[in-house]
Structure formats: C-alpha cells, structure tokens
C-alpha cells in the first residue's frame, strides 16, 4: 500500500453553492480508508466520484496528460486544496487515466517517440496511435502498471470489450498481488468490479459507504436484467 488514507475538510471550504463544494457527500464524508492494493469508487453519475479522483490526482502531484473540463464549476480543480493524503512511507509516482484524454497521451507519445524510438518499447514496440481506441488502451495498461506507483483509472471500461475488460481484470488482479502497484478506480463495470479483495465505496450513500459486489447496482441490475431481459424489453 502507498496511500492508506484521504480526508475531506468541509469547514475549510471556500463556498457551500457551487460545484463541487455544494454536494452534500463532500460535507458529510470526512475520511476513505485505503486498505486494499485496489479500491472502487462507484455510484451514479454526477456524485463526486471523478471529482475526487481528480482531486487526489492533483494532491499527490500525479501529473494529468491533458485537464479534464469539468464545465460544470470554476472550483472542480480547486477541490484538492481542501483534501489531505496519508502515504504509508513515502510517495510514489504514478498516472491518471481516463479514456477521453487518454487519445491526447498517445498523440503526445507518438511525437516524443519520433525522436526517440526507442520509447515505444514499453508500449509493445509500435505506436499507440496505429492500434485502435481499446487495443491502444491495453497497451498502456499492460505497460505502465509494470512498474511502482501509484494508479488513477477514471472508468477504464469505456472503450473495452467485455472481453478486454477480463484482461484488464487479470492485469489488475495479477499487479495487485504483486505488491508494487496501488488502484483507485472509478467504474461502472461489473465485470472490473469482481476484483477478489477489492475495497468498494458507493458514492450513492452520505456519507460514502463500504459495500460487497453483490450490493452494487451494477451486478443487481446485470443480474436481473440477463435473468429476466424479457421484463425490460417490452
């Protein structure tokens, strides 16, 4: 483990109106306990969940290829003055990914590399911009997740197969154990979040709450849906 701990201060916040400072979830959850090598961040959409893995992004001075456009508020990206992290020892670099600035890092890369091919080695020794959006994605995550750090997934799923997102549950699966790598992810997949001895956090609760698999939305609705499509299809 790298990061054990993150706690919210509300009091200090500079307004209670605006996005993100005005979601209740932010004043009423005041400490994320990391204790496993992967931990799930998951709920609806607009619950805070990328803002804070945005958030710990930027207070743990993980460099983000391209800022995200929150849109929705000029303080989305002055969340992170207000949040502390606790390192296990000292702290480690890593990446944050997303899938829509992900395409940005490649194009980037492709640019470095034409000075330097020699860094395409780590991706499988080709451009990453010559594969397509979900081969291009695998590439990087069986590369970078080789080495220590610390690691953002902003959902990772977006651009993979059903099949994909079971090699990209293997890697995980296989990194986490060896005990170099840390996750914080935020998914909507079922199928990532599987993850034997993951930690899961439902941002669907305030305060954000600890569950099991087998509570999250995701597999109770798959689960009924592929059990009795015919209810949901009229």
């Not at 959850?29 to 958030?55: A, D, H």
């Not at 397509?132 to 977006?158: A, I, V, W």
Request: hydrophobic share 35%; aromatic share 16%.
């Amino acid at each position: 483990m790298h990061l054990t701990n993150l706690r919210i201060h509300p009091e200090k916040f500079p307004t209670r109106e605006q996005y993100p400072f005005n979601l209740p979830i932010f004043h009423e959850t005041r400490s994320i306990e990391f204790k496993t090598p992967v931990t799930f961040l998951v709920g609806e959409n607009g619950t805070g969940k990328s803002t804070l893995l945005y958030g710990i992004a930027k207070k743990c001075r993980i460099p983000i290829w391209q800022e995200m456009r929150f849109q929705k508020s000029k303080y989305a990206e002055e969340f992170y003055r207000y949040i502390e992290v606790d390192w296990a020892d000292q702290p480690v670099p890593g990446s944050f990914f997303a899938s829509d600035i992900f395409e940005y890092y490649a194009h980037t890369l492709d640019d470095f590399a034409s000075a330097d091919p020699e860094m395409l080695k780590y991706y499988g020794g080709e451009s990453l911009v010559t594969k397509s959006h979900g081969q291009c994605n695998m590439s990087y995550f069986k590369s970078r997740y080789q080495l220590r750090g610390l690691y953002l997934l902003d959902e990772p799923e977006t651009a993979l197969s059903p099949k994909k997102q079971l090699e990209l549950l293997k890697i995980l699966s296989e990194i986490s154990q060896a005990g170099h790598a840390q996750f914080i992810i935020v998914s909507h997949s079922p199928i990532l979040l599987a993850l034997p001895g993951a930690s899961i956090y439902s941002f669907d609760f305030i305060p954000v709450r600890e569950i099991k698999y087998e509570e999250t939305d995701y597999y109770r609705i798959y689960r009924d849906f592929l059990n009795n499509r015919g209810k949901y299809i009229r």
